[in-house]
């Protein structure tokens, strides 16, 4: 079936320092979705992809849907203590397929 | 708005038990989906919904049941709960048109089976 994969599993960064995190499929995707998750909460959707090669920016959060449409990046500049949470990838199909999350990278940022 | 809603916030079961985890959300999606969250396994799909009337297993359906009757609501039976159903559970709905997505978590369902 499919199957999303995250890396790295988690990053200890300085306060200031950017990030980057990326997610691959073994599955061709014609959407992405980069979601937060913070504790206790429901995660929340960041940021949609929808074509590839699309660079979408969301305030200091930039990602992008590979070439290939198997993979996605998601960069974090100049990181601040509240982007500490679990960063997850979601894609799907077609539009009308479910979909599916991968195991999620887990950001600490130390002031 | 009040967004995707579930209830209840926090459950605790025997095992052998049923009961039903209940969605509503007030945003007229068509899509609307149930997760489970377990320590380092990320959200894995149970079952899914593209619109009234229609469902879906995702990854992880077995010892679940799904019904849609409604636009508004997506409810999850447990049938006979087991340890391993522990979990947190998340509702989610979503909308996707005009080249753009609008998704929604609702804030999650603690459950413990013992």
């Known amino acids: 079936g499919q199957q999303l994969n995250q890396s790295p599993q988690s990053m200890f960064i300085q306060e200031g320092e950017d990030v980057s995190m990326n997610c691959t499929s073994s599955?061709?995707?014609?959407?992405w979705l980069w979601y937060k998750q913070e504790p206790g909460e429901g995660p929340v959707l960041l940021i949609a992809?929808?074509?590839?090669?699309e660079l979408t920016s969301n305030g200091r959060l930039t990602a992008q849907f590979g070439i290939t449409r198997k993979d996605s990046f998601l960069n974090i500049s100049a990181s601040i203590p509240s982007d500490v949470g679990i960063y997850f990838c979601?894609?799907?199909?077609?539009?009308?397929?479910?979909?599916?999350f991968g195991p999620g990278t887990s950001l600490s940022v130390i002031p | 708005n009040a967004g995707v809603t579930q209830t209840p916030k926090f459950q605790v079961l025997k095992t052998g038990q049923s009961m039903t985890l209940q969605c509503a959300q007030d945003?007229?999606?068509?899509?609307m989906s149930w997760y489970r969250q377990d320590p380092g396994m990320g959200l894995r799909l149970i079952h899914y919904?593209?619109?009234?009337?229609?469902?879906d297993q995702g990854e992880v359906p077995n010892g679940y049941n799904v019904s849609r009757s409604t636009t508004e609501d997506f409810p999850l039976r447990l049938l006979s709960a087991a340890p391993s159903q522990t979990s947190v559970y998340f509702c989610?709905?979503?909308?996707?048109?005009?080249?753009?997505?609008?998704?929604?978590f609702g804030q999650g369902t603690r459950l413990t089976v013992v």
């Open positions: 599955s061709i995707f014609n959407t």
């Open positions: 989610a709905s979503s909308y996707s048109g005009g080249g753009t997505i609008r998704a929604f």
């Open positions: 979601a894609g799907r199909r077609t539009s009308y397929d479910k979909v599916i």
């Open positions: 945003m007229n999606h068509e899509y």
């Open positions: 992809l929808y074509k590839a090669g």
């Open positions: 919904s593209v619109g009234a009337g229609i469902t």
